[in-house]
C-alpha cells in the first residue's frame, strides 16, 4: 500500500514569543545560524589603461567591495575560501546595448577594514571581510595578471573554483588577461552620441550558499577621452549598486522592457528588449540577454512570430573571448520556422554533448538578438533554452514580442483561439477542423498532430505496431510491449526536513515504460481524495521530492503517488482502499 500520513508538525512549526540570542557569539564570525555575509560592488572608482596590442586596448578598474551581511566574508589567499572579481564594459547607442569588453577575473587576496559602507566597520586580520566593512583594491591590482584566473574555471552559480587558480602567476603583454576593448569600438567619431558603462562582478562561494549572490553587481558610466594616441575610460556620475549595467538602458529609455528570471538551482538571466517602429509598418525587435551567473548557460532564444511573417535584417552580437580561454566563438545559427505553428525565430548554437566548449551564452556575458517584421509589438514571453544537462531544459522570459493577431476581425491561416480570441472567438472543445492550420482546443497540437484529429480524413489512420493506439497518439508506433499502463508505486517514505517534508518512493515493477515518470497527490483524508493537490516535482523522472507546505495542528496530510507515462492509458493505481476498492483522484497538471 502506497499511503502514509505525515503527522502535524507543530512544535516544529512553533515560534517562540521572545527572539532567540546565541550567548557568546562572535560579532564577525558566522556561528548563529541565519547569519551570512553578502558582498556587494559598492563602488568602481577609477580606470587604468595598461597599453595597447594590435588595435585591442587593455584595461583595469579600481573597486571597493563592501559587506552588509550580518556576519563575515571568507578572503582566504592560500585556500579557495575567497572571492573573485571581473569586470565588462557596455555600449548604449541607437537603440542597441551590446557588451564591447571583458575580462578574465582577479582572485582576491587581502581584505582592508574600510568603512566605506556607510556603517561602522568591525575590523578583521585580513583574512575575511568584517560586518559592514569595505576593502578597496586598485587598477593596478585588480590588473596584475598574476592574480588573474580563466572565467571557464569558474561556477559562478555556486561561486566555486579549483585552487590554485589556472595561469597563477603567468604574465603577458599589456591586454592579457584584462579588459579587452577595440579601438573601433570606443571612436567617438564611429559613435556619436553612444554611452558607454564598466560593470563589475564580485563572486564567493559563501555568499552564494547564503542566497545573497544575485546582487554583487554594480556599475558605473564611463566617458571615453582620447588620451595621448589612445583612448582613456574615465568614470563619471554614481556607481548603481546591486543592478547589472543592462538596466540602465531600461532606465534611459522607458521603452525598453527588462525583467529578469532564476533558474532552479542555478542562476539569474536578465533581458532587455524593445521594439522600434520603422517605415511601412515594420518594427525592429531588439534582445539583450545577460547571463548573470548561471552554471548552465544558455544556447538558444526563440521568439514567436505571425504566420506567415517576413523576417528581415536578422543579426546576433556576442563578445570574444581572449588570453586563451577555449569557448568557441561562432556565431549562433538563427532560423525562422513556420510549422508546425506558431511560426518562430530561434537563434541556436551547439549542444554541450556535440561541444562542451561551444559558444554558449555564459555567466558574466551579454548576447544581442535582432530582426525586422511587419507586426507591432506586445508584452509577451521569449523561450530561453539551457545549455547544461537538466532540468528544466528552458525557461521563459518577459519581453517584447510580435502580436500573433492583426485585430482585423477575421481568423486568418495562423491565428488561433488561443492567442486571438478577438478574431477567431473563444477555443472549442475539441478540434474542430483538420486542415485549417489553426489549434481550435488550444491544447497545443493543430490539426493532424491532435489526437481529436487522428483517425479522421485527411490524417492518416496509421497503427503500426497493432497496439489499438494511432500513429499520431502513439509514443512508439514501433514497439507495442514498451509502452503499457505503469504499476503500483510502493515504498512511499517521508521524512521531515529544514524546509518541509521529504518525499521518496520506489519504482514500480512494471513501470509500463522505458522511464516512467511520476504524479505526487497530497490529501487531508486517507478515504476522500476529492480533494486532493498535486505536488510539484521539479523533475517528474525523479522518486524524490520535497514538500514545502506543513499540516496546522490537529491536521495531517496523506500521500499518495503514482507512476505515469506520456502515452493513452498510462496512469497507473494508486492502491486500494480499506473498503471502497482502488482508489481513484484526478490527474495533474
Known amino acids: 500500500m502506497n499511503l502514509r500520513a505525515v503527522p502535524p508538525l507543530a512544535l516544529i512549526c512553533a515560534l517562540s514569543a521572545a527572539p532567540h540570542v546565541a550567548v557568546g557569539s562572535d560579532t564577525n564570525a558566522c556561528d548563529v545560524p541565519g547569519e551570512a555575509p ?29 559587506n552588509p551581511g550580518t556576519c563575515w566574508a571568507d578572503w582566504s589567499a592560500s585556500t579557495e575560501r575567497h572571492p573573485v572579481f571581473t569586470v565588462n564594459l557596455y555600449r548604449l547607442e541607437d537603440g542597441r546595448f551590446e557588451q564591447i569588453g571583458l575580462s578574465w577575473v582577479t582572485h582576491r587576496f587581502f581584505a582592508l577594514s574600510s568603512a566605506e559602507c556607510g556603517q561602522g566597520c568591525v575590523p578583521t586580520d585580513g583574512t575575511h571581510l568584517g560586518v559592514h566593512c569595505s576593502t578597496t583594491d586598485s587598477a593596478s591590482s585588480n590588473g596584475q595578471q598574476g592574480l588573474m584566473g580563466p572565467r571557464s574555471e569558474v561556477n559562478a552559480s555556486t561561486g566555486t573554483f579549483p585552487f590554485p587558480h589556472g595561469a597563477r602567476g603567468v604574465t603577458g603583454d599589456a591586454i592579457y588577461k584584462r579588459l579587452q576593448v577595440r579601438d573601433a569600438d570606443l571612436d567617438p567619431s564611429a ?40 583612448y582613456a575610460l574615465v568614470v563619471t556620475g554614481s556607481t548603481i549598486q546591486g543592478k547589472p549595467a543592462v538596466a540602465e538602458w531600461a532606465a534611459r529609455d522607458v521603452e525598453v522592457v527588462l525583467s529578469g528570471v532564476d533558474v532552479a538551482g542555478d542562476g539569474r538571466f536578465h533581458l532587455a528588449s524593445r521594439a522600434t ?28 512570430l505571425p504566420h506567415g511573417a517576413v523576417v528581415e535584417d536578422v543579426g546576433f552580437h556576442d563578445i570574444d573571448y581572449h588570453s586563451g580561454e577555449a569557448y568557441s566563438g561562432a556565431d549562433w545559427t538563427a532560423s525562422v520556422d513556420s510549422a508546425p505553428l506558431p511560426a518562430a525565430i530561434s537563434w541556436v548554437t551547439s549542444t554541450f554533448d556535440a561541444d562542451p566548449l561551444a559558444n554558449a551564452l555564459r555567466w558574466g ?38 502580436r500573433p493577431c492583426d485585430s482585423d476581425g477575421v481568423c486568418d491561416p495562423g491565428e488561433d483561439p488561443c492567442s486571438c480570441a478577438g478574431d477567431c472567438g473563444p477555443p472549442t472543445a475539441i478540434e474542430i477542423a483538420c486542415q485549417d492550420g489553426r489549434d481550435d482546443d488550444c491544447d497545443g497540437r493543430a490539426d493532424c498532430l491532435d489526437g481529436d484529429c487522428c483517425a479522421a480524413a485527411p490524417c492518416d489512420p496509421i497503427d503500426d505496431d497493432g497496439d489499438g493506439f494511432l500513429a499520431c497518439e502513439d509514443c512508439d508506433d514501433a514497439d507495442s510491449s514498451i509502452w503499457d499502463t505503469p504499476g503500483e508505486v510502493t515504498g512511499l517514505t517521508l521524512e521531515p526536513v529544514v524546509d518541509g517534508t521529504w518525499i ?86
Do not use: K, M
Open 365 to 402: 556575458t551579454t548576447y544581442n538578438f535582432r530582426f525586422v517584421v511587419a507586426a507591432p509589438p506586445e508584452t509577451g514571453q521569449v523561450g530561453l533554452g539551457l545549455f547544461r544537462p537538466g532540468g528544466p531544459e528552458a525557461v521563459a522570459v518577459t519581453a517584447v514580442v510580435p
Open 191 to 230: 559613435h556619436p552620441g553612444a554611452a558607454y558603462f564598466i560593470e563589475g562582478i564580485e563572486l564567493a562561494a559563501d555568499d552564494a550558499a547564503a542566497g545573497n549572490d544575485h546582487d554583487n553587481v554594480s556599475y558605473r558610466e564611463v566617458l571615453v577621452a582620447p588620451a595621448g594616441g589612445h
Open 38 to 66: 553578502n558582498l556587494i560592488v559598492g563602488n568602481l572608482p577609477a580606470s587604468l589603461w595598461w597599453g595597447r596590442v594590435g588595435d585591442i586596448n587593455g584595461y583595469a578598474f579600481q573597486s571597493t567591495t563592501c
Open 504 to 589: 521518496g518512493w520506489t519504482a514500480p515493477s512494471d513501470p509500463g515504460a522505458e522511464t516512467a515518470g511520476y504524479e505526487l497527490l497530497r490529501s487531508p483524508a486517507p478515504s476522500d481524495l476529492s480533494g486532493a493537490v498535486c505536488v510539484p516535482i521539479d523533475d517528474p523522472a525523479a522518486r524524490e521530492t520535497v514538500d514545502s507546505d506543513l499540516p496546522a495542528a490537529a491536521e495531517l496530510f496523506v500521500y499518495l503517488v503514482r507512476a505515469v507515462n506520456s502515452c493513452p492509458d498510462g496512469a497507473g493505481p494508486l492502491g486500494d482502499g480499506d473498503a471502497e476498492g482502488a482508489r481513484e483522484a484526478a490527474g495533474c497538471p
Open 277 to 304: 517602429p520603422l517605415d511601412g509598418g515594420r518594427w525592429r525587435y531588439e534582445y539583450a540577454v545577460e547571463n548573470l551567473d548561471s552554471h548552465r548557460s544558455a544556447r538558444r532564444l526563440t521568439v514567436s
